[in-house]
Structure formats: C-alpha cells, structure tokens
C-alpha cells in the first residue's frame, strides 16, 4: 500500500517516519517538495506516488503567530485541505488529516465528543475547523482525527520547552487552569499507522463501503491533567532542582486565547478500531528518555 505522509519534518511526519523505519510503501513529503499553500504543485506529487492513503499530517501550527498570519493560516489548514480531499477522490486515496482540540472553546464540562458543536477561540482554531469541513465535504473516504497538547522529541514543542527553562531557571511559573491531555506523537502516529494498516488489509469493496473510513475521530493519550501538572512531571523526571509554580492564564497573556478545559473523548477511535491508548506519564517517560 503506497502510503503519503505531507509534514514530513514535524513531530508527527518525523514519528512516522521513525516508526515506518524507511519502509518502501511511504513516502514523505516536506515543505519543499510539497509547499501546502501552493496547491498547483500537489497533483504533479500524486501522479508520481498514486498514493492509496493519504497522511496530511502537513499544517500551521504557529498558534499565536496565526492571528497576525490568517490568510497563510487559512492557506495551509483549510484551502490546501480542500485541495487535497479532491485529489483523494480523484485518486481514490483515503483521505486521513489530523486536526485540533482547537476548534472548541473550552467552555465544556465533559469530554468533548465528535458530534460536539465546534466553536474555535482564535485563527489556527478556525483555519483547522474550516480544513475539517472541507475535507469531509470534498472525498467520501476522509477521517478526521483530532489531537491535542502534541509533545516530542522532534521540533518546538511544550516538552522540550521546559526542559530548558527548568535547566536555566529557578522559578518557573505554569499555567494551572488549562486543562488537556497531552499526547506524545509517538502514540499518536502508532494509532495513525494501524488505522493505516486495518485499511490496507482490506479487500477492495470493503474499503469503499466499511463506514469506519468516513467521519471524525479524536485521538489523546489517557490522563487529564494542567501545564502547571505537566511540567511538574518533567521536572520530577529530570530531578530539576528548580521550584515550579502554578500561575493563571491571566498572569501569562498569549496572542491567541485557549480553551480552558480541552479535553477530547476518545471513546469513538478506541472502539471502532480497537486502539489500546497509553497513560500520559508512561508516555511522557518513553519522550524524556529519549533526551
Ligand atoms: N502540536 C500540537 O500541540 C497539536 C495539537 C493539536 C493538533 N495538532 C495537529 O497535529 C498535526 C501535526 O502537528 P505537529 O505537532 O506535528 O506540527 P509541527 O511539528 O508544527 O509540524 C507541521 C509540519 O507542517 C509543515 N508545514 C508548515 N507549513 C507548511 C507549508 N506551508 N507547506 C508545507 N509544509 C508545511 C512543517 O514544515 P517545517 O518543518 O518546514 O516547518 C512541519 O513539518 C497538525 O495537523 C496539527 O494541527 C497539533
């Protein structure tokens, strides 16, 4: 199964790619073969790969800097989306794009289903809800899979922030009233791979018809806990000897607002492919071990 995964340099491109170890069904495209706010360069890509599965793990994901950047946000996460769901049902390729706890305000006090109404606090939120419809609107074979608070080895992310910060200072102050449930790539792109996977074994007829390859799933590993719990963790892990502090989102002003509870369900992909999900500490450890 010819598999193409857009993104290729970002947490998620790189933990598949690390977990794909160089198998020759995935090619991986990054900013340069693939500029996702040039979509006339997209069909000359699918020509030559012809890909059965489509990873569009590709995005803007600057979520403060989108409020100044809005149309190169709406480029990347929404119009390029579009784009590609046609060249998928052009190409009879399944269609699996990543999106965000992003597109809901936070304001909820449940876990947040599928079916929730979306209600996005800022630019990247919006550019992403927008990327979802248009995916769903434009190829039959398209699944949506939500994350949220994406750490890892690779790239800019919350983890590897603090580990500097923890190393340079001696206080640090955290936010303490968001809450999410971090999700390490790594699982993240597992769970992506054997969806991948049940797919492909698939007789041809059932890819067209099985009603699991169509709709919105939410992906997060196990655990509801705040920044502030987050880096407590890390700093426990790496014996840091610096004092953490919970602070509120009010002491710590950011560009973009977030969602103060956003936490995803993730009852839906669990059942319909029977994932088993890891606990956000055991997952944490499996990163920092990596450093
Ligand atoms: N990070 C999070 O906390 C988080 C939370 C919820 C959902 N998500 C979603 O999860 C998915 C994967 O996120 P991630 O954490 O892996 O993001 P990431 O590390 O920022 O990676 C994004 C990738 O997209 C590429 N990219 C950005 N603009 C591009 C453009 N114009 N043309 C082509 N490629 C472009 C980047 O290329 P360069 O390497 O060249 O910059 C990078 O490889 C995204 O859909 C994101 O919205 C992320």
Not at 130 to 151: C, D, F, K, M, Q
């Amino acid at each position: 199964m010819r598999v193409l995964v857009t993104g290729s340099g970002g947490q998620l491109g790189s933990e598949l790619r690390r977990l794909t170890d160089s198998s020759a069904d995935f090619v991986f495209v990054d900013r340069q073969a693939m500029p996702l706010e040039q979509p006339e360069t997209f069909r000359a890509v699918f020509e030559e790969v012809r890909p059965e599965v489509l990873i569009n793990a590709g995005a803007y994901t600057a979520v403060d800097k989108a409020e100044a950047e809005r149309a190169l946000a709406y480029a990347v996460n929404a119009s390029a989306v579009g784009e590609l769901a046609a060249l998928c049902k052009e190409f009879g390729t399944l269609l699996i794009h990543v999106s965000t706890d992003y597109v809901f305000d936070g304001t909820a006090t449940h876990p947040y289903l599928e079916t929730d109404t979306v209600h996005p606090l800022g630019v990247y939120g919006s550019s992403k809800e927008e990327g979802e419809r248009l995916a769903l609107a434009g190829h039959n074979r398209t699944i949506i899979i939500r994350t949220s608070w994406v750490y890892s080895y690779y790239g800019k992310n919350f983890v590897k922030t603090m580990l500097r910060l923890l190393r340079e200072k001696e206080t640090l102050g955290v936010v303490n009233d968001q809450v999410g449930r971090p999700t390490y790539a790594a699982d993240l792109a597992s769970a992506i791979l054997d969806i991948t996977h049940q797919y492909a074994v698939l007789p041809l007829e059932q890819q067209l018809t099985d009603p699991r390859f169509y709709g919105i799933y939410q992906y997060a590993d196990y655990g509801v806990i705040s920044w502030y719990d987050l880096t407590v963790a890390i700093a426990q892990e790496v014996h840091a000897t610096c004092t953490v502090k919970p602070i509120t989102t009010a002491e710590y002003p950011t560009p973009a607002k977030r969602p103060a509870y956003s936490v995803l369900s993730t009852t839906k992909i669990e059942e319909a492919f029977g994932l088993h999900i890891p606990l956000w500490k055991d997952s944490l450890k499996a990163c920092l071990s990596r450093f």
